[in-house]
């Protein structure tokens, strides 16, 4: 089986944390990102996948390289500019001529999502395209997709109003996960910015092809903003996400703590937490509520993580508070540093001793 992840966007809505690092490589539970989402498409059979890319792309290749890490073929397509997502595929499609059918992975999505069952609901379908669709509560700020009781898509919905999905009882939004017939390629226009969810479905839609909508509870989100991106940690420390590996040994709890970490004896990891490799935590300090270090992490003496992820390098010294904020790779926070929620500390950022940012 051959799938396409589509890699190539700026990461806008992560900025800064992707001005150095684009969004598939950000960590996530202290590994890269698209890492996860590979995992996932190997587990269902997948043999080859094919990276779409345009930002910092030689970043990512150097970090995935040909996929042998993990048994299979990795390849790159590259595009000199952005091309929408639909375009993005067709970018690849000399990847995958001779396939039936692919799998389509939105290079935002975290899910572990049964992606054999929506394989197999699209062939006894007989679909031409199958939509994945993840529930939300809130319609109002999405793309609705509407389904029949045969599971056939009908209509969608730019962001509606309240009282246009009035008597809806679940509200379904395209998740970003797809099952397409490779034919319907054939008409896409090469080199131009093509989306699925503006062009390509309504036009198949008009014409009254087969396109399915696959409904699933499983767990899912778009981890590109810096909300999403802390949900998603939080989801995976409570163990929410099952498809997630989550790499050290685990303590009492749900605590894991790499290899080569030194912890001092009067230090408190309060679970769920993650510690990387060779981490140090200095004496009366606390790691706590969902809390994510990552590896070569230096944390001082009577200082308190709390609710916040750091990435590989930092230096965190002394009497330091950080709470529920992210703080990018090779920072130096000095001491007495108070950082409140929400703040997103850039890569190699150096915050001034007694600094303070509250909300």
Not at 120 to 136: G, R, S
Not at 253 to 260: H, K, M
Not at 332 to 343: D, P, Q, R, S, T
């Amino acid at each position: 089986m051959k799938a396409v992840i589509i890699a190539g966007g700026f990461g806008t809505r992560l900025k800064p944390l992707t001005l150095n690092t684009p969004k598939p490589i950000v960590p996530v539970a202290n590994r890269r990102f698209i890492m996860h989402q590979i995992e996932l498409l190997i587990q269902h059979g997948a043999d080859e996948v094919i990276v779409n890319l345009h930002y910092l792309s030689d970043d990512i290749k150097q970090m995935l390289g040909d996929g042998s890490q993990w048994g299979i073929k990795i390849h790159y397509s590259i595009e000199d500019h952005p091309l929408g997502t639909a375009g993005a595929v067709k970018n690849a499609e000399e990847f995958f001529k001779d396939e039936q059918f692919i799998v389509v992975f939105n290079g935002d999505v975290l899910t572990d999502i049964n992606i054999s069952e929506i394989i197999k609901f699209h062939k006894a379908k007989k679909a031409q395209a199958t939509i994945t669709l993840t529930p939300v509560e809130d319609p109002t700020a999405y793309g609705l997709v509407l389904a029949d009781n045969n599971s056939k898509v009908t209509q969608f919905l730019e962001k509606p109003s309240w009282e246009r999905v009035e008597g809806l009882e679940k509200y379904f939004i395209n998740a970003g996960i797809y099952i397409l017939n490779t034919e319907i390629f054939k008409n896409i226009p090469k080199n131009k910015s093509v989306m699925f969810e503006h062009h390509v479905f309504p036009c198949l839609l008009a014409e009254n092809k087969a396109v399915y909508g696959f409904k699933s509870d499983a767990y899912w989100i778009d981890i590109g903003s810096p909300k999403k991106y802390k949900e998603a940690h939080e989801a995976i420390l409570r163990g929410e996400v099952t498809l997630v590996k989550i790499f050290g040994h685990r303590e009492k709890g749900s605590v894991w703590v790499g290899e080569q970490t030194e912890i001092d004896k009067t230090a408190k990891i309060i679970g769920p937490a993650l510690i990387g490799k060779e981490v140090k935590v200095g004496a009366e300090s606390q790691v706590k509520n969902c809390s994510v270090v990552g590896d070569k992490v230096e944390i001082g003496k009577h200082s308190i993580i709390e609710n916040t992820i750091i990435w590989e390098g930092c230096k965190i010294g002394d009497n330091v508070r950080l709470y529920g904020c992210v703080v990018g790779f090779n920072c130096k926070i000095e001491e007495g540093v108070l950082i409140a929620k929400g703040a997103i500390i850039a890569d190699n950022s150096v915050i001034a001793k007694g600094s303070i940012f509250n909300d």
